[in-house]
């Protein structure tokens, strides 16, 4: 069974640029969360998309977005982006959104230079 | 909204003592704690979990305890060994079907 696959791994970008990043579940799961990881401030939730539905978002600004799409694979977006923007960002992927088989993907590390 | 602190921040040990880490949180509809493992340039992984109707869970040489009505929840690990080293967060679930997740301890085991 495939687990949560997110590409890029790797992005190198340049402020004011904008980025795309994409995560797909585990077959069958239809909730998908995606979280900011720096040092020091740990997970910090971004916003979870259920059956291609905003269902929570975090306190990130309207730069941070997301959608997702009818097979559950889904995409954030940044634009404008910052130096702070810098990050690991991971997804993951569970059943019904809930606790159940709550499980991460090795995320995309993007740069801001 | 809940808010999950964790401590300590850094934590060594030497091979075989025990590791203890903590986190407490502040809404009491938090029903779910589960504790990651995250090594360096990997996902974060579930070692183990506990929920709110139960006050303590071990698995092997790794243990959870909860205290409801302190709102805190701990992480034990026995007789660490070096593959142990790695950074731990735990996490509160709560209403709004929403993890929150605490800052995270490195722990360093010393062969």
């Known amino acids: 069974k495939a687990g949560v696959t997110q590409t890029p791994r790797y992005l190198i970008k340049t402020r004011g640029q904008q980025v795309t990043l994409s995560c797909s579940p585990i077959?069958?799961?239809?909730?998908v969360s995606w979280y900011q990881q720096t040092p020091g401030q740990g997970l910090q939730f971004l916003f979870e998309?259920?059956?291609?539905?905003?269902?929570n978002k975090g306190n990130f600004p309207g730069r941070f977005s997301g959608r997702q799409f009818s097979n559950s694979r889904s995409e954030m977006n940044v634009s404008t982006l910052e130096l702070g923007d810098s990050a690991l960002y991971l997804c993951?992927?569970?059943?019904?959104?809930?606790?159940?088989?709550?499980?991460f993907g090795s995320g995309t590390r993007l740069t801001v230079v | 909204g809940e808010n999950v602190e964790q401590h300590p921040s850094t934590l060594s040990v030497q091979e075989g003592d025990s590791a203890v880490i903590k986190c407490t949180y502040s809404d009491s509809a938090s029903n779910y704690f589960p504790w990651y493992k995250q090594e360096l340039g990997k996902r974060p992984q579930l070692i183990i979990d506990i929920r709110s109707n139960v006050g303590e869970k071990k698995d092997q040489r790794i243990a959870v305890t909860l205290n409801k009505t302190a709102k805190h929840f701990s992480l034990h690990i026995t007789e660490t060994q070096p593959e142990d080293s790695a950074v731990y967060f735990c996490?509160?679930?709560?209403?709004?079907?929403?993890?929150?997740f605490g800052t995270g301890t490195s722990l360093t085991v010393i062969p």
């Open positions: 077959s069958g799961h239809r909730s």
């Open positions: 996490a509160a679930f709560t209403t709004g079907n929403q993890f929150y």
């Open positions: 998309y259920f059956s291609e539905t905003q269902r």
């Open positions: 993951a992927s569970s059943l019904e959104g809930t606790i159940y088989g709550y499980t």
